[in-house]
C-alpha cells in the first residue's frame, strides 16, 4: 500500500481551459514529483518539488506549474490546455532526504486527463 | 536515440518460462530503478540499485555499471506477471530517464 492518493481520476478539458489535478503524499514525504504518460509511452518526468520549492524541472514550457503544501499536498496546474496534453499524469513521492533521486518513488494511481 | 533504451518492446511467453527483459542507457546514473505499471496506470516500484544484483521473490534485478546495462529476471513467470515492465535512470540529483517500457504477457 502506497499510501499516495490523486484526483481526479478521470478528467475532460477542451483546448485553452485550464486544469488542476491534486496528489497527496505519504506523510512524511517531503519529495514529489510528477510526470507525463502520453498513451503507449514511457513516462516523461515535469518537475519535483522538495519541502515545498521546485527541485528540478523537465522539458516541459511554463503553463506547466506546480506547488507543493506543508501537509504532504501537492498540486501540478496546466494553463491553455492543447491536445497534445491529453495524457495520464502520476505523481510520486519519496522520503526525500536529500535532493536525491536516488530514494525509492512510490506512485499514485495517475488521472487521466484527455483535452478535447 | 533514447537515453534509456529497453527491449523487447513487447514479450509474450507461456506460464513457468524464464524471463528477461532488457535495459540500457547511455548517460552517467546515480541509481537505476525497476518499475511494474499494471493496466490503468498503477506504479509500483520493484527494484532500486547502483550495483550488483538484488532478488525479492521470483524477481531478480541485475546491474553491470561499466557496460551501462540492466536486465530484470522473473523466475517461474505466472499470468499476474503480465504488466509493463519499465526502466528508469536517476540522472543526478534532478530527474528520472524512463524507457518506453516492455508489455509482459504470460499465457496460462
Known amino acids: 500500500e502506497t499510501g499516495v492518493t490523486q484526483s481526479p481520476t478521470h478528467l475532460i478539458k477542451t483546448r485553452g481551459q485550464q486544469v488542476t489535478l491534486r496528489c497527496s503524499s505519504q506523510s512524511g514525504h517531503n519529495t514529489v514529483s510528477w510526470y507525463q504518460q502520453a498513451l503507449g509511452q514511457g513516462p516523461q518526468f515535469i518537475f519535483q518539488?522538495?519541502?515545498?520549492?521546485?527541485?528540478g524541472r523537465g522539458n516541459f514550457p511554463p503553463r506547466f506549474s506546480g506547488l507543493q503544501f506543508p501537509n504532504y499536498s501537492s498540486e501540478l496546474n496546466v494553463n491553455a490546455l492543447e491536445l497534445d496534453d491529453s495524457a495520464l499524469y502520476l505523481c510520486a513521492s519519496s522520503p526525500g532526504t536529500s535532493r536525491s533521486y536516488t530514494d525509492t518513488q512510490y506512485f499514485g494511481p495517475g488521472t487521466r486527463l484527455t483535452v478535447l | 536515440k533514447n537515453e534509456v533504451e529497453q527491449s523487447p518492446q513487447n514479450l509474450t511467453a507461456q506460464e513457468g518460462e524464464f524471463i528477461t527483459i532488457n535495459c540500457s542507457y547511455s548517460?552517467?546514473?546515480?541509481?537505476l530503478h525497476w518499475l511494474q505499471q499494471h493496466p490503468g496506470g498503477g506504479i509500483v516500484s520493484l527494484f532500486m540499485?547502483?550495483?550488483g544484483k538484488k532478488k525479492h521473490g521470483r524477481l531478480i534485478a541485475t546491474i553491470n555499471i561499466q557496460e551501462k546495462h540492466s536486465s530484470l529476471h522473473i523466475t517461474a513467470s505466472h499470468p499476474r506477471d503480465s504488466a509493463v515492465y519499465i526502466c528508469?535512470?536517476?540522472?543526478?540529483?534532478?530527474?528520472?530517464?524512463f524507457g518506453q517500457g516492455t508489455r509482459l504477457t504470460i499465457n496460462p
Open positions: 540499485l547502483s550495483s
Open positions: 548517460v552517467g546514473i546515480s541509481a
Open positions: 528508469a535512470v536517476s540522472q543526478g540529483a534532478q530527474k528520472l530517464v
Open positions: 518539488y522538495y519541502r515545498e520549492e521546485e527541485n
